[in-house]
């Protein structure tokens, strides 16, 4: 006798879960290291800077950018992030995101190193990507978590479209709900379908515009350093 | 141990070899933004001169070292191999990715004991082909091979060049096996006779490249 399911939930046909971590990998006396990676424009670098004010105070951080940066990027995090420009660090991908941060992570893992030798001990090390498609993941050898961030301006059908970004990530956090209504974008939708294809695995709808304590965020990485 | 050798020179010339190269242009980013390097044509003429002053270099120094076998102290090798090196940028450079190399290739095949932490490429790659158990023309083919395959790659993704004819140049570039064969049959020499042909026109374009506001390469 065939066993005995739902449609749509029966062995063959299960959406892309895999369990949660119950606890916080291993990290051998060195840095958590997080990834945050997400399509050009989705707010990757604005999440950034609101964690690392709102962890400063009492953490020690540091930053790996992957995207184009610039002495006005720099300028940004040092305002909005509270952050030292000794504890950012740019690094090139030559035109490859992806390569950088899941193929070949070379260069990251060295940037990351030499940020923890130089300025070290830190608490966090916040990897982000280079904007890029919803392909993109992060190589578990450079990160131990990884947050995918979209926005609702990217269109309510992304977290639908799926891909290991919005499937696998540790947290996906779908940002600037406050334009929504302008855009045509429907949350309830896109909430519905993020938390049905990544079944237990967290989903964080905010606007940092209109909050910029990325309160939920940051409690999820305080939960991780324990 | 000899089944080996044709896998590992396979690995060790696989542009995904995760060494962190594939984000150095070899000078091609700059080349590009110079209005020196536009187009298939002049891409190949780059190609050959890198491969005749860069991978020479490379290749005569990877190919000495295969063939020396440890005799010789690897940071003696490193100061020759540094010294042909005018752009101190590019001795950065090239001890960044030596260094990765090592790092990658110590994960998949012993290393000797005793190797400089971040040597110049030419030098690493003699290191980890010997220890892959390749001989000393395989050395130098893959210098020449790499010197050539990160600036054509980066032209592909910069100027969007039909990369089949990218390829397509690579396969028929006749300095690869030239610069290859010559490199090999200098691996006899003394080291301090191993030739070290430098480009003034790469050495600025190295330091100017370094200063700039925005880099989509590493070099």
């Known amino acids: 006798m065939p066993p005995d399911h739902e449609p749509g939930r029966g062995p063959h046909d299960h959406p892309h879960r895999h369990p949660q971590a119950a606890t916080p990998p291993p990290r051998a006396g060195r840095a958590l290291r997080i990834g945050v990676g997400g399509p050009v424009g989705s707010g990757k670098t604005a999440l950034i800077a609101c964690v690392c004010r709102a962890l400063a105070h009492d953490l020690r951080l540091g930053v790996v950018t992957n995207d184009i940066y610039t002495t006005e990027d720099a300028d940004f995090l040092r305002r909005h992030g509270v952050l030292p420009e000794a504890r950012i660090r740019a690094v090139e991908t030559g035109c490859c995101p992806h390569t950088a941060i899941r193929d070949d992570i070379a260069a990251n893992v060295d940037a990351v190193e030499a940020l923890e030798a130089e300025e070290g001990p830190l608490d966090l090390v916040l990897v982000e990507s280079g904007g890029d498609n919803l392909t993109a993941i992060f190589s578990t050898a450079l990160v131990d978590r990884q947050i995918f961030v979209v926005d609702v301006a990217g269109g309510d059908k992304v977290p639908r479209k799926g891909g290991p970004g919005v499937t696998r990530a540790d947290l996906l956090v779908i940002n600037k709900v406050d334009l929504a209504p302008m855009v045509g974008a429907d949350l309830t939708v896109m909430e519905g379908d993020a938390r049905r294809i990544r079944g237990a695995l967290p989903v964080v709808a905010l606007s940092l515009r209109e909050d910029p304590s990325a309160a939920p965020v940051v409690a999820w990485i305080r939960s991780l350093l324990g | ?219």
Do not use: K, N, Y
Not at chain 2, 26 to 33: C, F, H, K, N, T
Not at chain 2, 84 to 97: N, Q, W
Not at chain 2, 139 to 154: E, I, Q, S
Not at chain 2, 169 to 196: I, K, N
């Open chain 2, 1 to 219: 141990m000899v089944l080996m050798a044709p896998v590992a020179l396979l690995v060790l010339a696989d542009g995904r070899f995760p060494t962190g190269a594939h984000a150095h242009s070899g000078g091609l980013e700059q080349a590009v933004d110079d209005g020196r390097v536009h187009d298939l044509g002049s891409l190949v003429t780059f190609l050959d001169g890198r491969v005749r002053t860069a991978g020479r270099t490379d290749a005569a120094f990877a190919a000495w070292v295969v063939r020396d076998a440890g005799s010789t102290p690897l940071a003696v090798v490193d100061r020759e191999a540094r010294a042909r090196c005018a752009s101190p940028t590019l001795r950065d450079v090239g001890a960044r990715l030596g260094r990765q190399l090592l790092r990658t290739a110590g994960r998949v095949w012993p290393l000797p004991p005793a190797v400089p932490a971040a040597p110049q490429p030419g030098v690493a790659l003699g290191v980890v082909a010997r220890a892959a158990g390749l001989d000393h023309a395989d050395a130098a083919l893959l210098a020449c091979w790499h010197v050539a395959t990160g600036p054509a790659t980066a032209a592909v993704r910069l100027l969007g060049l039909d990369p089949v004819a990218v390829h397509g140049s690579l396969a028929t570039l006749p300095a690869l096996t030239e610069v290859a064969a010559a490199a090999a049959a200098e691996a006899q020499r003394p080291l301090a006779e191993l030739p070290g042909p430098t480009a003034t026109l790469m050495d600025i374009a190295a330091e100017h490249h370094r200063t700039r506001e925005i880099r989509l390469f590493a070099s």
